[in-house]
C-alpha cells in the first residue's frame, strides 16, 4: 500500500503544479484564443472527468482494500466527489454544455470541506468531540507525504484542478462546455 500512496502523492504534486500552471494561464490569457487555451478547452471536459473518477475509485481504494475508515469529513468530502464524477460523466456523455450548473457549485463546497478537514489535521485544537469521533478522528492524519499532502489535501486539490478547468477554460463546441 505504500507504494500507492506514493503513486497518489506524486499524482497530486502533479495535478497542483498542473493547476498552478492552468490558472495563470486562465488569468493572463482570459480575453485572447491562442493555440494554447484552445488545446486545454478542448481537453477541459474529458481531463475533469478523469480526474473526478480518478479520485472517486481512489478513494474507494484507501477505505475497501487499504482498510483506512474514513471520518466524518472525508464521508462529506465524498458526498460532493462521488457524485461529481457522476454529473461529470453524464455531462461527458450527453453533450451537456449547462454542467457547470451542477459541477461548479459540488466542486465548491468540495474545497470548503477539504479546506477545513485539512484545517483539522494541522491545528488539531480546532477538533472537538462533537464533530468527530474516537474510532475515526478527524484530526489525525492517516497519510502524511512530502509534509503536507493528506487525504483532505487530495480531494481538495481534484475540486479546485475541476473548478479551473470548467470556470477558466469554458468552451462552446466542446462535449462539456
Not at 55 to 76: K, Q, V
Not at 135 to 148: A, L, M, N, W
Request: charged share 15%.
Amino acid at each position: 500500500m505504500a507504494s500507492v500512496l506514493s503513486l497518489f502523492a506524486w499524482g497530486v504534486l502533479f495535478l497542483n503544479a498542473l493547476t498552478l500552471m492552468l490558472f495563470v494561464l486562465a488569468v493572463v490569457q482570459y480575453r485572447r484564443k491562442t493555440k494554447t487555451v484552445n488545446r486545454v478547452r478542448s481537453i477541459a471536459g474529458p481531463l475533469s472527468v478523469l480526474v473526478t473518477v480518478v479520485a472517486t475509485l481512489g478513494s474507494l481504494y484507501l477505505s475497501e482494500i487499504g482498510d483506512l475508515s474514513p471520518c466524518r469529513w472525508c464521508w462529506i468530502q465524498r458526498v460532493f466527489m462521488y457524485p461529481l464524477a457522476v454529473v461529470l460523466v453524464i455531462a461527458w456523455l450527453t453533450r451537456d454544455r449547462h454542467v457547470r450548473r451542477y459541477a461548479v457549485p459540488l466542486s465548491l463546497m468540495g474545497v470548503a470541506a477539504s479546506m477545513w478537514h485539512y484545517l483539522l489535521q494541522q491545528v488539531p485544537s480546532l477538533s472537538d468531540a462533537k464533530s468527530c469521533s474516537l474510532t475515526t478522528p478527524c484530526s489525525v492524519t492517516y497519510i502524511e507525504k512530502f509534509g503536507f499532502i493528506s487525504i483532505p489535501w487530495m480531494a481538495g486539490s481534484v475540486f479546485v484542478l475541476v473548478l479551473t478547468l470548467l470556470i477558466g477554460f469554458r468552451f462552446r463546441e466542446g462535449r462539456i462546455g
